[in-house]
């Protein structure tokens, strides 16, 4: 409990009265004393006609999951046993550096005995977090005195990662209307590897009709071809302190985990094998290449337990580990960034290698607020610095990227919303064309 505003105006009222009393000669110092002595029963009987801490009970329920980037509606509920809490009841909560959100809230009475409050929790980073106490505050009978017991809730909250597109369906309904749709489209027409005869009709490639067989049924039957199966995605996370960045609410490696566990829902449902490789200083995680639904829960579950690492990343040993682990030709997707030219030739160089022999796809982020600094307006000329080191960054980042494409490597550079969408679809568009 503490002192109240209107408690500690009351004492320095009484204080300037004591002060007057014994400045005054004809005045008895007793008065002075008696003054306190309302004061301290005042207190006394506003103690004894408050509630107190054992007469309230206190819930806390809400969800045991939240994805990155996603608010968790919790709830409090409070019941009273005398049912003389004042209407007016805060309450506060202590987060994790890794959680954000309301951790004030105010509760609302729903009955005479009862009280309820509402609050969201927003999961920034992976991990799992413990909620131990909540600290309410309501004011005394006669106001002088504010309450603040603590309660403990010891809820366990985890960050996972986003699988929000999975959940929805999002992703099944693009790449199903891509292998399976009923319109005619590149992974059913275009592909080498046989898939089933069928009657032949206007419209269809002449080329499609086996004659031999339409000889034996005197009938012509064409054969449709799809995409090529069980090749092997490999998702390479970069781990290092680059993508610890924060854009748009969250850590780019977040942002890139989220993707990689949309293309390996993406693969899965294409019949191809999954694999995933981390690393930082030195490589980390490999877990080896499996069938697609097989191996999605395995890699959510790494994913959501890698640590988020302060080192700057090896792309040499990275690389060269990783080519070393591949015994066939695969799709490797590179999640990775990159500040400083020098950085930018080394992460060229191993990818170049690592190109000669495989296809692949480097994911980088860009920075919406880079590119705001460099083309915002300028009041000064520190904006006018920043903007200038801004759009030098920027170019220097686009000839890298540039230099990239013309090595052959497949460059994925954009917001960190559109990421996930843009890789399934590239995905999608590799698997096509049988790059692989």
Excluded: C
Excluded at 155 to 166: F, G, Y
Excluded at 283 to 295: N, T
Excluded at 356 to 374: N, S, Y
């Amino acid at each position: 409990m503490r002192p109240s505003r209107r408690l500690l105006g009351l004492a320095l009222a009484v204080l300037a009265l004591s002060v007057l009393i014994v400045a005054t000669p004809f005045v008895a110092p007793e008065l002075a004393l008696a003054l306190w002595g309302i004061i301290g029963a005042l207190l006394i009987t506003d103690l004894l006609l408050s509630p107190s801490r054992r007469d309230v009970d206190l819930a806390f329920d809400g969800p045991s999951e939240v994805f990155t980037g996603e608010t968790g509606q919790f709830s409090a509920l409070l019941n009273t046993r005398t049912g003389r809490l004042p209407r007016s009841l805060e309450a506060r909560l202590d987060l994790a550096e890794g959680l954000s959100g309301q951790d004030r809230f105010a509760f609302r009475p729903g009955n005479a005995h009862q009280f309820t409050g509402a609050l969201g929790i927003t999961g920034k980073r992976r991990g799992s977090y413990t909620i131990n106490d909540i600290w309410l505050k309501w004011s005394s009978r006669l106001g002088l005195i504010e309450l603040t017991p603590r309660y403990r809730v010891a809820a366990e909250l985890k960050v996972v990662p986003n699988i929000r597109p999975i959940a929805s369906g999002q992703i099944d309904v693009n790449v199903s209307s891509e292998l399976y749709g009923i319109k005619e489209n590149p992974m059913r027409g275009e592909g080498s590897e046989f898939h089933q005869l069928r009657e032949f009709t206007t419209g269809m490639d002449t080329r499609a009709i086996d004659w031999k067989r339409s000889a034996r049924k005197r009938d012509l039957v064409a054969k449709e071809m799809r995409a090529e199966r069980n090749h092997q995605i490999i998702l390479a996370l970069d781990n290092g302190y680059l993508m610890r960045e924060e854009i748009a609410g969250l850590p780019k490696i977040d942002h890139a985990v989220n993707a990689a566990l949309a293309t390996a829902w993406a693969a899965g449902l294409g019949g191809d094998l999954v694999g995933l490789f981390s690393f930082d200083a030195k490589p980390r995680i490999y877990l080896p290449p499996m069938p697609g639904r097989a191996a999605f829960p395995r890699i959510r579950s790494t994913t959501a337990e890698m640590a988020y690492k302060t080192v700057e990343s090896n792309h040499t040993l990275a690389m060269a580990h990783l080519n070393a682990q591949l015994k066939r030709r695969s799709l490797v997707v590179v999640f990775s960034d990159f500040v400083d030219t020098t950085t930018a030739e080394l992460l060229m160089e191993n990818i170049a290698v690592l190109n000669r022999h495989h296809v692949l796809i480097f994911v980088a982020m860009k920075d919406p607020g880079m590119e705001t600094m460099a083309s915002g307006e300028n009041h000064s000329m520190e904006d006018v610095s920043k903007a200038v080191a801004a759009g030098q960054l920027l170019r220097e980042r686009q000839i890298v990227l540039d230099n990239l494409a013309r090595l052959g490597v497949i460059v994925i550079d954009t917001e960190p919303q559109k990421l996930t969408p843009k890789l399934v679809s590239t995905y999608l568009t590799v698997k096509a064309r049988e790059m692989i």
